[in-house]
């Protein structure tokens, strides 16, 4: 350690009726990462060696070709002095500037004795404004330039010091006023009163960018950057938001990941700005987010919109489990940068997030499109709170450390309503994808656990790694998928309009072509046609043809009644019809016809108003929406031809589009079951809608050859009408 004395706080006292105390300035120290003393003595510790420039040479020897970090500390006053009539309170003071560049962040540091050296014991002043000093104390206090003395509160020094400042910044320019104010009482003995007192500036130099691929800063990263660098490979990136750099490498899995945690201060407000961040409308925080040591309240709404921060503003060594090497912990609302609300349903993913521009968080939850468990090489379908460890590839766990395939993950713990919880043996990371409106998946590890769809309060502190956006060919789309009940809202939302697929339904083995259409929703483009009896012809265990949620849109199995060939009637309001003969002529395009009780899964059967929760419909897919606001009239809106058309020989209208490559899809005249039997085929078309117009009639889309298409049309519940499904 180089320090130098410059000089003296001293305290004069005169007896009885006068007391003197004078400082001519103060001196400084040099220690941790880069120092600087006032006048000629400056010192930088790099990250590798040691560097000095001392008495004589003014300038900082560089950290790096790219980075020359400099500071300065210049104290206004070189003289303070004065006099002190027992009983009042003296105050002296010296503006300070304080200036540095090419830093990572800083540290401004008081340390002095606790008192004076005199004859009489001169105790701290213990946090008290100037007008309530006790006799024989003393102390100092740090503020604004034109900041009133008397109104200032004045702490004790301490010999270990104390932070007058901090944060991080890749430059300082700071001008303030350093007060102390000294109380003596009647008793005090006459004499001089002096203490060292000792002010550091403590910086870590900017590190810098190795650069990755073709670019040196995470902002520039684009999938095309991503694809062309080859898997294993390493660099380090400077974010521009902050300054921060952080080191990245493209794994097996063909992504290119954050390989360190994300440490944004969400405290500086609009540090996360439109610009620079992911997908934000605006700049994230509006105001301040209020740095803690715990996360307190699960139910207080204002911090549960915005979220707090846990930014260890007291690192390092601060006995409560903090480590710079974890980074920042955030609420799942702070970490989406504020565009958590209204996204409560199970899948749904925030549309912005803190990651910087070109980056974002990890999709997670069920399903195929989970890229913790990409990542991890799990290719089954994910669950949620499901462990995978021995499901994933290349994984290790040592120590306080995760491995998944070359990429290390931090077990930082979380932050909950008691602190820091479990750092050093978990590891908890945050997705962009709520499963319910309190809670949101996330990474969760720990010895021979490895979860990649954890479900757990959205309040909760937790860390953040983003992934790049990735190239076209790693998304997950309804052409990379091969059954029905794969399908989730990221596929579709991955998918051209106008893409097509053919894929299995696990429940009966059927085939079904889907596509996106021009609404921007994926449709299946055939009708349903599962029964029953396609169901135990696929498996002859299973003769009761039930359906259960693991491969349906229910909560519960449902069994499928028997069906009739005959006609419907009001008492049939729970059958549902086929007929072999009809549907194999027409290629099994015109599907089966339910009631709207079956087609609902008997779900609404006493209901009279609102929309079916569930429906017979694959996993992942459900009715759609009716009525004038639907689905069903909003895919009507985008329709380009109102001409009577043909498919495949078969009569029907053209819905999104004149076809399948402009995103629309053929409706067929499928006809109906009425009291008489199925009739109307090749003129009519009925297709039901999860929407209820009242305890007998449904919605539904209705149209027939000489007229035009009724999309929030309603009809009958106990009629048999054609199903097609919507992805979820």
């Known amino acids: ?49 040691e560097v000095f420039a001392d008495s004589g040479n003014d300038e900082i020897e560089a950290y790096a070709t790219t980075v020359n970090p400099t500071a300065s500390i210049q104290i206004a006053n070189s003289s303070l002095e004065s006099t002190v009539s027992p009983g009042s309170t003296s105050y002296v003071s010296s503006n300070v500037d304080v200036s540095a560049s090419d830093i990572a962040d800083y540290v401004l540091t008081i340390a002095g004795p606790t008192g004076l050296t005199g004859a009489t014991a001169i105790t701290g002043a213990d946090g008290k404004i100037g007008t309530e000093l006790t006799d024989n104390t003393w102390g100092y206090a740090w503020a604004d330039t034109g900041a009133d003395d008397e109104t200032l509160i004045y702490n004790s020094l301490s010999g270990e010091g104390a932070a007058i400042a901090r944060g991080k910044a890749t430059s300082l320019d700071m001008s303030k006023k350093l007060t102390f104010a000294a109380k003596f009482g009647s008793e005090a003995k006459s004499g001089h009163y002096t203490a060292n007192v000792t002010l550091s500036l403590t910086a870590t130099p900017k590190e810098v960018a190795e650069g990755f691929g073709s670019i040196n800063t995470m902002q520039e990263m684009t999938p095309e950057v991503c694809k062309a660098v080859e898997i294993g490979a390493t660099g380090s990136l400077e974010d521009t938001r902050d300054g921060s750099v952080y080191k990245v490498s493209k794994l097996n899995d063909g992504r290119c990941w954050m390989t360190q945690n994300l440490r944004l201060d969400l405290t500086e407000a609009g540090i996360a700005t439109a610009a620079g961040s992911d997908n934000l409308a605006a700049d994230f925080p509006a105001e301040a987010i209020t740095s803690a040591e715990k996360f307190t309240n699960n139910n207080d709404a204002a911090q549960f919109s915005k979220g707090p921060t846990i930014i260890n503003e007291s690192y390092p060594g601060d006995g409560k489990g903090y480590q710079p090497e974890y980074g920042y912990y955030y609420s799942w609302c702070a970490a989406t940068g504020g565009t958590c609300e209204g996204v409560s349903t199970d ?382």
């Open 1 to 49: 350690m180089h320090h130098k004395f410059i000089s003296k706080f001293k305290l004069h006292s005169i007896p009885i009726k006068t007391l003197r105390y004078v400082s001519y300035s103060i001196p400084l120290m040099c220690m941790l990462a880069l120092l600087l003393l006032i006048g000629n003595i400056f010192c930088v510790f790099s990250k590798s060696s």
């Open 347 to 728: 899948g749904d993913n925030a549309s912005g997030s803190i990651c910087p521009k070109g980056w974002r968080l990890p999709k997670s939850g069920s399903g195929t499109t989970n890229d913790f468990a990409i990542m991890g090489g799990i290719t089954s379908n994910v669950t949620k709170d499901t462990n995978y460890w021995g499901s994933a590839k290349n994984i290790s766990f040592s120590g306080n450390t995760l491995t998944v395939n070359g990429s290390t993950w931090i077990a930082a713990g979380d932050v909950n309503t008691g602190g820091l919880v479990n750092p050093g043996s978990d590891g908890r990371y945050w997705s962009s994808t709520a499963s319910s409106s309190t809670d949101a998946y996330y990474l969760y590890f720990y010895g021979g656990n490895f979860d990649p769809a954890g479900t757990l309060g959205k309040y909760l502190g937790r860390t953040v790694r983003c992934v790049a956006e990735e190239p076209e060919e790693l998304k997950v789309t309804i052409q990379t998928i091969s059954t029905m009940q794969e399908m989730t809202p990221e596929i579709c939302e991955n998918t051209a309009i106008g893409a097509t697929a053919t894929l299995t339904d696990s429940r009966d083995n059927s085939t079904y072509t889907v596509g996106k259409l021009s609404d921007g929703k994926c449709w299946m483009t055939q009708n349903l046609r599962i029964t029953r009896e396609t169901i135990n012809a696929k498996d002859g265990n299973n003769t009761t043809g039930k359906i259960t949620s693991a491969d349906s849109h229910v909560s519960a199995n449902y069994e499928i009644p028997a069906s009739t060939t005959g006609a419907f009637s009001n008492a049939q309001s729970g059958s549902y019809y086929t007929n072999q003969q009809v549907r194999a002529s027409v290629d099994n395009d015109y599907g089966a016809y339910y009631s709207y009780n079956v087609a609902t899964a008997n779900t609404v059967a006493t209901i009279s108003s609102g929309s079916a929760t569930y429906d017979i419909c694959p996993k992942g897919w459900r009715l759609p929406t009716g009525g004038s606001s639907g689905e069903f009239q909003a895919l009507y809106n985008k329709w380009t031809s109102a001409t009577w058309t043909t498919n495949n020989g078969k009569n029907g209208r053209w819905l999104g589009g004149a076809s399948a490559a402009a995103g629309g899809s053929f409706f067929p005249a499928a006809g109906n079951v009425y009291t008489s039997g199925l009739g109307s085929t090749g003129s009519y078309g009925y297709y039901w809608s999860s929407t209820i117009y009242s305890a007998t009639y449904a919605y539904d889309l209705y149209f027939y050859s000489s007229s035009d298409i009724y999309p929030a049309d309603r009809n009958i519940r106990c009629f048999g009408y054609s199903v097609r499904c919507v992805a979820c």
